[in-house]
């Protein structure tokens, strides 16, 4: 199957009622663990690509040439969108030009006059190619690839505004943040999420910063209109974690467990498991 928009599926989950997981891919053994999980769930699947991933993968055009491939060789029949996670304008639009079927112009650092302009010109370019655009308003707390955010909610009144535009769908900051969540964390404000939903008019919305927030609050938030979540910090904390183990009880050291393909594989069945547990909690199983 060909990479597509995440417009349809998106639309769809926010119809009837479920969210599609966005995780970040940083190399061959991630792709090939989510679209794995993706395929064995029966699951729509975006695939997460930031700026600082795509450079180390060596570039956009590298990063859509193996997910095609991959989606060729392992006969991936669900529905997949490749999309530049937290895009400025210019890496936006690289990777329209590269190929990608969706992409994020994270436009909430600039004044709103300015993330509506910008916005307006890279939905303007999307459009053209049926590729999907993802914005953003009120910025998301934590650190992603240098774009740091104070987690600020985002005002619903700018978010009608940002969400008229004609993009695909809108993140906005409501208290989430990238990373892991501190201790004394307030959660999430269902409040203004259950107003930016009202006001903008069905658009799926989005929510960054996926790892940690409780199961029950993340089934609220999707009742409120929340169709995509973000899900990255927990595939590295899951991957690091087996990989230490397998380290640690000496099997790197036993026959040719140095190979790294059985050196990554404990780290690649944590993907998968995680990126299935997520599937399910999202209501994305079998929705493909
Ligand atoms: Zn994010």
Same mark, same amino acid.
């Given at each position: 199957?060909k990479l ?6 998106l ?8 969210a599609?997981?966005?995780?970040n891919?940083? &190399?061959?053994?991630? *792709? !090939?663990? +989510?679209l794995?999980? $993706?395929? %064995?769930?029966?699951?729509? #699947?975006?695939?997460? /690509?930031?700026?600082g ?13 193996m ?8 006969n991936?029949?669900v529905p ?21 079927s ?11 006059e300015? &993330?509506?302009?910008? *916005? !307006?010109e +890279?939905v303007?370019? $999307?459009? %053209?190619?049926g590729?999907? #655009?993802?914005?953003? /308003? ?11 955010g104070t987690?600020e909610v985002?005002d619903p ?8 535009l ?20 307030q959660?999430l404000?269902?409040?203004?999420l259950k ?15 996926g790892?940690?927030i409780?199961?029950?609050?993340v ?9 995509k ?8 904390l899951?991957?690091a974690a087996?990989?230490r ?9 036993v026959?040719?467990g ?24 999202f ?6």
């Open positions: 199957m597509v928009s995440a417009k349809p599926m639309e769809k989950a926010r119809k009837e009622g479920y599609v997981g966005q995780f891919i940083n &190399n061959l053994e991630w *792709t !090939k663990a +989510i794995t999980a $993706a395929q %064995e769930q029966q699951s729509p #699947v975006i695939l997460g /690509v930031s700026e991933a795509g450079k180390y993968m060596t570039g956009f055009k590298t990063v859509v040439n997910v095609e491939g991959m989606l060729d060789t392992l991936i029949t997949v969108a490749l999309h530049l996670d937290h895009g400025s304008f210019e890496g936006a639009k690289q990777c329209i030009e590269a190929g990608f969706s992409v994020m112009f994270d436009g909430s650092h600039y004044p709103i300015e &993330n509506i302009a910008k *916005t !307006k +890279i303007a370019i $999307a459009n %053209e190619k590729i999907s #655009v993802e914005a953003e /308003v009120g910025s998301i707390g934590g650190e992603e690839d240098g774009v740091t987690g985002a009144e700018e978010c009608r505004m940002i969400a008229s004609g993009v695909s769908m809108l993140a906005a900051g409501i208290g989430n943040i990238h990373g892991q969540y501190p201790e004394n964390w959660g404000n269902m409040e203004v107003e930016i939903g009202e006001t903008t008019n069905n658009i799926p919305l989005v929510l960054h910063g790892t940690g409780p199961n029950a609050m089934t609220e938030a999707i009742s409120y209109g929340v169709s979540i973000n899900v990255n910090t927990e595939c590295q899951v991957f087996a990989t183990a397998y380290i640690e009880s000496g099997q790197d050291k026959g040719k140095f190979d790294p393909r059985k050196l990554l594989k404990p780290g690649y069945d944590a993907i998968i498991k995680v990126v299935k547990e997520k599937m399910d909690l209501g994305s199983t079998e929705k493909a």
